[in-house]
């Protein structure tokens, strides 16, 4: 047996002088989604904020593919697509120039093919002109997603994706999520919704006090 | 190398986009510096003696009153993280975003003061002085005006606190900076006093980005 591509062993983690959560250990394998449930408070976010580097846990190691990934947060840092809580859009870029900035903060230069495809997934095609100030709460989220599905990355970390998505576009996130597993990669979502997919694995956070 | 300047192209970018943002910092430079001859009353050998000092002053308020929306903007909206998140070093980030701030404040302001300087009858040689000075001091505004911003990043009236933390920081910029074009009348030597203003900028340039960084992390936890 192949040994886990993440590898979560003892995380804890403090928000505000409180422990969020404490002695966690998991691991997600390739193909694999990891569905993080548990009530307001319980530290969804946190756990995704501190895999995702942004926020530094009390005590743990977070391996990936062996390795600590403090040793070298960079490659891992390249290795993830993330989707915090707000958008991560810019009000005055256009749909597409929002797609092509967060691609190019990467150090990446994505083919103009790859964006029409990403654009085309959350059927944004008619959108992509339009400044993102414009839109609604929904499209852009769908916007938000595009930038996911752009980044190629193995590792989806995503908080609440289905906030505000409507069942069509909820149905071109499931479709995204399915190719991007069968294609080896690994989706860790924070979601109070149903994804939809049975193969899902659910890990349930201590609830808040 | 792709990632700084895809960020400061996305930044010029966005600033274009919002022309108003940075007419709004020229035009308070312009009255601010108008509104002292007016107040002082026109002695123009009063007036040419103080000329340095105003503009120098006036162009430190004007770069500060743009800093505080240079990291809230994305801040807010959540680009900060993918910032963060870039697989390239934060350090370089906080510095490219604050050279697209000296871009469209800096270098305006350095182009504009020798202008509103024929106003206070300014001698042509402290013109350009005074524009020399600036462009080689407002890279230290700049920069400072900046860690400024990022420590305030998600406080409360954010922007009355950045200049508070700001401005005694650029207290030596400021000396020196308007003591370079002063010297032309007393006699001293304004090379000096341009090597101690370069020498600012260049531990601005040195220390600021791993400040900036490091408050800016804080800020996204």
Known sequence: ?209 | MSGIAALMARDLRLIWRRPGDVTVVLAFFVVATVLFPLGIGPETNLLARVAAGILWCAALFASLLSLDRLFAADYEDGTLDLLLLAPWPLELAALAKCAAHWIVTGLPLAILAPILGVAFGLPQENLLALAVTLLIGTPTLSLTGGLAAALTLGARRSGALLALLALPLCVPTLIFGAGAVETLTTGEEFATYLAILAALALVAVATMPWAMAAALRQAGE
């Open chain 1, 1 to 209: 047996m192949t040994p886990p591509l993440l590898d979560i062993a003892d995380l804890a983690c403090r928000r505000g002088g409180r422990k969020v959560f404490d002695r966690l250990s998991f691991a997600v394998g390739a193909g694999e989604l990891l569905v993080l449930v548990g009530r307001n408070g319980s530290g969804k976010t946190t756990l995704l904020r501190a895999l995702a580097l942004l926020v530094r846990p009390e005590a743990g190691t977070i391996r990936w593919q062996g390795r600590d990934i403090q040793i070298d947060p960079e490659t891992w840092r390249a290795g993830i697509a993330w989707l915090g809580h707000l958008d991560g859009l810019k009000g005055d870029l256009s749909v597409r120039e929002n797609l092509l900035a967060a691609e190019r903060l990467r150090g990446l230069r994505p083919p103009e093919d790859r964006i029409d495809g990403a654009l085309v997934a959350f059927d944004l095609t008619a959108l992509a002109a339009r400044p993102v100030r414009a839109l609604s709460a929904g499209q852009r989220r769908r916007t938000a997603l595009a930038r996911v599905l752009l980044s190629q990355a193995p590792v989806w970390l995503l908080d609440e994706p289905l906030n505000a998505l409507d069942s069509a576009a909820q149905d071109a996130f499931r479709i995204a999520l399915s190719h991007h597993l069968v294609a080896g990669g690994l989706v860790i979502a924070a979601t109070h919704a149903d994804l939809g997919l049975p193969t899902a694995r659910r890990l349930e956070l201590g609830a808040a006090p």
